[in-house]
Structure formats: structure tokens, C-alpha cells
């Protein structure tokens, strides 16, 4: 009886002990199986020792008590006292390694988020590389594509600019900050009366007309950067001045300090010109006002005057003292007429007759009348008068009193040099749909200082009693009346002499005509 359970507790500690190394080792394979899944986990490396451990504990246990059965069943316990302290041994070393593994898991598992946190950043730095990798061959592939567009813009901006450099009709240049003129257009060049090759000996020192104006220009390159529309006056290469409206901006470097400057300077002097034509223009209309107001005041006194002295001299023989001096009082009274009359004309009050009329046939006309006078005193005419010239519209008669009181003032520039030549010029221009008629003598020319005063009202160079003053100022009137234009060049071509250029439009149906 008591015999069968300790039979029955030996079977079931037998049983027990095949059934941990069974087991122990069912789990090791599935610890391997996941391990070798996944190597680079660290989980299932600690449960693959784990389960070592733990098989090796089942195999040392199961081993110990089938041997103690054995000796004890075969009557040698000795043996068992013997070798029970070494199994009892191994399996408190294979115990205290679990509990090792199982004390120390928490530190391994740190250790591995660390080294996982550390693996997942590589990889992100492996992905951004890859993606920059990915760009830079995309970047690479089409480098070239990019690198095309890129010259083509910039060559296109350079085209552009350089296009403007060169086509520009104002002067654009480049210096240093010595002054030194680096880089200029043509046109500069042409501005300034220099060849292309004096470019590197250039300096603006050179180009101002004004020490003063170049030191406003430096210290407002400095102060604030940039210049606009500074008017100035440039020398040219002959030593002449002319006016120039300057624009620039400094150029500065990395440091900020000035270094250059980049400028456009544009040619004033026809502006000036234009301006002193309009400003004598409203002169010219002022004083034509002042005029005609003048002769309507002056020509009923004038008129009554000249009714009288004629009555009363028919009460006087012509040789007696009475009738002399009513003859000189009527024949000075006659002039002021001429002289109201003149103002009347120059202030554009009386009234003309219109009609398309050749300028060539006016101008033979008045050659016909002055060439006898003309050759009295030695003073050849030469006719240049183009073929086929389109008609102009006006008054015959006025413009006749134009082209006369030209081509007497060119008698009397030439007739006290005994001779001269008289030139009358006309041709067709174009562009500008305009007839220009030419009167040019070889005279004395007409000194600057009073160049810009001929066409003033009883302005003259005559002496006193060889005429009024008014007979440009008229022929002034009468040109701008019909559309005209009236300008004196003197000397002619660098030489003595003056020549009148007139320019009429040409009439209405004949600019339609050429129009189309």
C-alpha cells in the first residue's frame, strides 16, 4: 500500500521532467524561428536565451532525478549522496542565469530603443540622402537643359542692353573713380567730337566745362547715390561748350564705397534752340499786338495830316518856301504810312489771298525785279532752283515781299565789298513734306551777339535813313502766317556769308497726294 504512490509520484516526476524539455525545447525552436525572422530583434534574442537557458535547467533537472531513481531503485544511494550536491549545483547556475536574464531585461530593452531610435534616425538620414541622391541625378540629367536656358536669358538681356548701348541716340557711359571714361557709345563720341580709340585717355575732367559743376556731381554721386537730369554744359573735342542734362548712378563695392559711376547724357542744345524760338515766338506775337494797336492809333492823326498839308498846298505855287515845305510835310507823312502800313503787315492784321502757288516762279519774279541793281554793284546771282517742286499755299504778293526784302539785305551785306555772289536755292525735303527756298550771299555774315535779334521790330544795322528795322521783322510774320518757318545760318559751312532758309508746307492736296 504504501508501496503505489511513491511509484505513481516517481512516474509523475519522470513524466514532469520529460515534459519541461519538451516543452522547453518546443519554445527554444519558436524563440529560433522568430529570431531567425527577425534578426534585428532584439525581444526575440532574449527569449531565444532565454529558452536556452531554460531547456539546459529541464535537461540538468530531468537528467538529476532519473539518475536518483535509478541508484536509489538499484540500492547504491551512496553514489546519489555523492552526486546530488554537483546536479544541485548546475541547476542553481542555470537558475541564477534566468533570473540573471530576467533582472537585467529592462537594461537590454533601453539598450535596444536606443539602438532602434538610432537605426530609425540613420534611416531617415539614409531616406533624405536618397531623396537628395534622387535630386541631384534629376538635377544632373536636365543640368545641362537648365544651364542652355540660363545662357539663353542671359545672353538675351545682354542683346538688349547692348542693343540700347549702342543704338542709343545719347551719350552713355562708364567711368572709375579716378574719372577715367572705361566704356562709351558712339554716340558719346560723336557728342563729344572724339574717335573711338581716345576711349582709355578720356577723363570727365576732360568732358566738364566746369570744375565746380564736376564737384556737385561727385558729392551727390557720394551723398546720395545718384544724379537726375543735372543740367550741365560738356566740352567737345574743338574746345566749344554745349548744355547736356546728366543722369547717373554710383557704383559701389562689397564695402560701399564708390568705385565708379554709370551715366546718360542727353544734348540740350537743340532744346535750347526750340526754346529760344518759342520764347521769341510769344515775343514776336506780343510786340506784333503792341504793333497793330500802335499803327491803328497812329493812322487817323496820320491821315488827317497828310489830307491837310495836301489841301494847303494847292493854295501855294510848288516853287514858293509855302509849298516846298508842305511837299516835304507830305512826303514825310507818306513814309509814316509806309512805316504804319509795314506794322500792320508785321502783326499779321491785314488780309491776304490764298491760293497753291511755285515757289520757283515767285523767286523768278524776284529776280527779274532786283537783278539790275543787283549787277550795278557787281553781284553775280546764281539759280539752283529744283525741278518739279510740289506747290505751297499763299499769298503771292507777301511772300514776293519776303524773298525782295532777303535778297536786299544781301545786296546791301555785299555792296560795300564791290562784288559778291547771290545764291538762291530750292529743294523738295520728304521727310517733313515741306518746300524750302534759299537765299545765300558771300557778305560780311552777321556777328552772334546780334544774330538772335534780327527779327526784332525796328531792330537794324543800317545807318539812319536806310531803313526801318522792320523788314525781317515783317518777313517774319508773313512766313509764320502761312505756316512757315524762317532760320538764319551764318557763316555758311564755316566760311563768310549768310544764308536765310525758308520752309513752307506744301499745300494740302498735293501732301495727301504723297501720302498715298
Same mark, same amino acid.
Given at each position: ?17 520529460? &515534459? ?14 522568430? &529570431?531567425?525572422? +527577425? ?45 546530488? !550536491? ?6 542553481? &547556475? ?33 531616406? +533624405? ?23 539663353? /536669358? ?5 542683346? #538688349? ?28 563720341? @560723336? ?44 566740352? @567737345? ?28 547724357? #542727353? ?30 492809333? $497812329? ?19 510848288? /516853287? ?17 504810312? #509806309? ?5 500792320? #503787315? ?10 497753291? &502757288?511755285?515757289?520757283? /516762279?515767285?523767286?523768278? *519774279? ?28 499763299? *499769298? ?27 545764291? $538762291? ?8 513734306? +515741306? ?44 512766313? +509764320? *502766317? ?8 551764318? !557763316?555758311?559751312?564755316?566760311? @563768310? ?5 525758308? @520752309? ?13
Amino acid at each position: 500500500m504504501n508501496a503505489l504512490p511513491l511509484s505513481l509520484s516517481i512516474v509523475t516526476d519522470m513524466a514532469g521532467s520529460l &515534459l519541461i524539455i519538451v516543452f522547453s525545447f518546443l519554445a527554444l525552436r519558436y524563440a529560433w524561428l522568430l &529570431l531567425r525572422k +527577425q534578426p534585428e530583434n532584439f525581444l526575440w534574442g532574449f527569449l531565444l536565451y532565454f529558452c536556452m537557458t531554460l531547456a539546459s535547467f529541464a535537461i540538468s533537472r530531468a537528467i538529476g532525478h532519473l539518475v536518483k531513481h535509478i541508484l536509489l531503485f538499484s540500492g547504491k544511494p551512496e553514489i546519489w549522496q555523492i552526486l546530488s !550536491p554537483i546536479s544541485g549545483g548546475i541547476n542553481t &547556475l542555470l537558475m541564477t542565469s534566468l533570473g540573471a536574464v530576467t533582472i537585467y531585461y529592462h537594461k537590454g530593452i533601453e539598450g535596444y530603443l536606443a539602438i532602434n531610435k538610432k537605426a530609425r534616425s540613420l534611416k531617415d538620414a539614409n531616406d +533624405q540622402l536618397g531623396i537628395a541622391a534622387a535630386q541631384l541625378q534629376e538635377m544632373n540629367l536636365h543640368l545641362e537643359e537648365k544651364v542652355a536656358d540660363r545662357t539663353m /536669358e542671359l545672353s538675351a538681356s545682354e542683346k #538688349k542692353f547692348r542693343n540700347f548701348f549702342n543704338n542709343s541716340k545719347d551719350m552713355v557711359f562708364f567711368s572709375n573713380s579716378a574719372n577715367h571714361l572705361l566704356t562709351m557709345n558712339n554716340a558719346g563720341f @560723336k557728342m563729344l567730337g572724339y574717335h573711338d580709340d581716345e576711349s582709355p585717355s578720356l577723363n570727365l575732367v576732360d568732358v566738364f566745362n566746369n570744375e565746380d559743376e564736376l564737384e556737385t556731381y561727385h558729392n551727390a554721386l557720394k551723398s546720395q547715390g545718384f544724379i537726375e537730369d543735372m543740367e550741365i554744359e560738356f566740352t @567737345k573735342a574743338d574746345g566749344t561748350s554745349f548744355p547736356v542734362l546728366l543722369s547717373a548712378t554710383a557704383v559701389s563695392d562689397e564695402k560701399n564705397q564708390l568705385v565708379g559711376c554709370e551715366g546718360i547724357a #542727353k544734348d540740350l542744345t537743340r532744346v535750347k534752340t526750340m526754346m529760344e524760338q518759342l520764347v521769341a515766338s510769344e515775343k514776336m506775337a506780343s510786340v506784333g499786338q503792341m504793333a497793330a494797336g500802335v499803327a491803328h492809333e $497812329i493812322n487817323t492823326p496820320l491821315g488827317i495830316i497828310l489830307g491837310y498839308a495836301q489841301l494847303m498846298r494847292d493854295d501855294f505855287t510848288q /516853287e514858293s518856301e509855302e509849298g516846298q515845305n508842305l511837299s516835304i510835310i507830305e512826303r514825310q507823312a507818306k513814309a509814316c504810312r #509806309k512805316i504804319v502800313a509795314d506794322l500792320l #503787315k508785321f502783326s499779321r492784321q491785314s488780309e491776304s489771298a490764298r491760293k497753291d &502757288l511755285s515757289i520757283n /516762279e515767285v523767286l523768278t *519774279d524776284v529776280i527779274a525785279v532786283t537783278q539790275h541793281s543787283l549787277n550795278m554793284d557787281h553781284i553775280n546771282v546764281h539759280e539752283d532752283l529744283a525741278d518739279d517742286l510740289p506747290p505751297v499755299i499763299g *499769298d503771292t504778293e507777301r511772300l514776293r515781299q519776303v524773298f525782295i526784302n532777303l535778297v536786299n539785305n544781301a545786296h546791301h551785306a555785299m555792296e560795300q565789298q564791290g562784288s559778291g555772289e547771290l545764291t $538762291i536755292i530750292t529743294r523738295y525735303l520728304p521727310d517733313t513734306h +515741306q518746300v524750302v527756298a534759299t537765299v545765300q550771299d558771300t557778305g560780311h555774315g552777321i556777328p552772334e551777339k546780334i544774330r538772335k535779334r534780327i527779327f526784332d521790330p525796328f531792330f537794324t544795322t543800317k545807318p539812319v535813313g536806310k531803313g526801318t528795322g522792320l523788314g525781317l521783322s515783317v518777313s517774319y510774320g508773313i512766313i +509764320q *502766317d502761312h505756316g512757315g518757318q524762317i532760320e538764319v545760318e551764318s !557763316p555758311v559751312a564755316g566760311d @563768310k556769308g549768310t544764308a536765310f532758309h525758308v @520752309k513752307f508746307p506744301i499745300s494740302l492736296v498735293e501732301a495727301a497726294s504723297v501720302r498715298e
